[in-house]
């Protein structure tokens, strides 16, 4: 029998897994003293890969993935999805941003459905295609509810429902879990890293954890201060599935040090 969660991702017509480049990116923000904020920046996703993104505060790292959803345009270089440049924002795309910033008037149910709406889906498609990601992603219960009722981390599992409506290629986190409790951002990270076992997605995360992006990526791109480039590409070779538990052995630790020496290395250069 095929479950919700296969039938979502696997079904007729279904998006195949997409790949990233970032390719020589450089961005300034004008205003009465320019500030440059991306330089020459170079990135390639594989897809179905899942790359973590982090640095130094104010380096960069939310900027990046907004120029990759299309919400911004680069002064230089371009970004393509799959060879196909990205010129404006993309349904190919979907994006969680730090706060769930559902729409507070609208029922859970109603949050999901709206980028549906918003393209013009058929109304039996709309319910179809709600009702798969509200099982996926363990909220049925609350369909009804208003955003001001739930739990944080309930809030953030509507959001990346939301964000997977279009049946995106490309899902971008943007430090989704921050303002979570310990216990819950755990919790999150087993079932995001499970949500992506059942998908197509090609993931790029950011994140100022080391240990969320051990635990959750295949590589871990190390960004400079301030325009921010690329310093390091750290490979993280865990067997999937990974539990918690991994989080603890020798090898996690190396890689984690590893990720940690690259950061210093980066702000030491950058003073």
Do not use: Y
Not at 129 to 141: F, N, Y
Not at 175 to 180: G, I, K, N
Not at 221 to 245: C, F, W, Y
Request: charged share 25%; with cysteine.
């Amino acid at each position: 029998m095929t479950t919700a969660g296969e039938a979502l991702m696997t079904g007729p017509g279904r998006v195949a897994p997409a790949g990233i480049l970032v390719d020589d990116v450089s961005l300034t923000f004008d205003g009465s003293r320019p500030t440059p904020v991306l330089d020459r920046l170079r990135l390639e996703v594989r897809p179905r890969e899942i790359v973590a993104l982090i640095g130094p505060n104010g380096c960069g790292k939310s900027t990046l993935l907004r120029v990759i959803a299309g919400l911004l345009a680069p002064d230089e270089g371009s970004v393509s999805i799959d060879g196909r440049v990205v010129a404006a924002p993309d349904e190919r795309v979907g994006l969680v941003f730090q706060e769930p910033r559902l729409l507070a008037w609208r029922s859970v149910e109603a949050n999901v459905r709206f980028p549906l709406e918003l393209a013009g889906w058929p109304r039996d498609r709309q319910r179809a295609r709600v009702g798969e990601l509200l099982d996926l992603m363990a909220i049925l219960e609350v369909a009804a509810a208003r955003p001001s009722t739930l739990s944080g981390g309930t809030a953030q599992r509507v959001a990346i429902a939301r964000a997977l409506a279009l049946e995106p290629s490309v899902l971008l986190l943007d430090e989704p879990f921050t303002a979570l409790d310990a216990l819950t951002r755990e919790r999150l990270n087993v079932e995001l890293q499970a949500l992506w076992e059942r998908s197509a997605a090609t993931i790029v995360l950011v994140t100022h954890s080391i240990p969320e992006a051990v635990f959750l990526a295949d590589r871990v791109v190390v960004l400079s201060p301030r325009p921010a480039h690329v310093v390091a590409d750290v490979p993280v070779p865990i067997e999937r599935p990974r539990r918690l538990a991994d989080l603890d052995s020798a090898f996690v630790s190396t890689v984690a040090a590893e990720v940690r020496s690259h950061l210093a290395g980066a702000a030491e250069g950058a003073a």
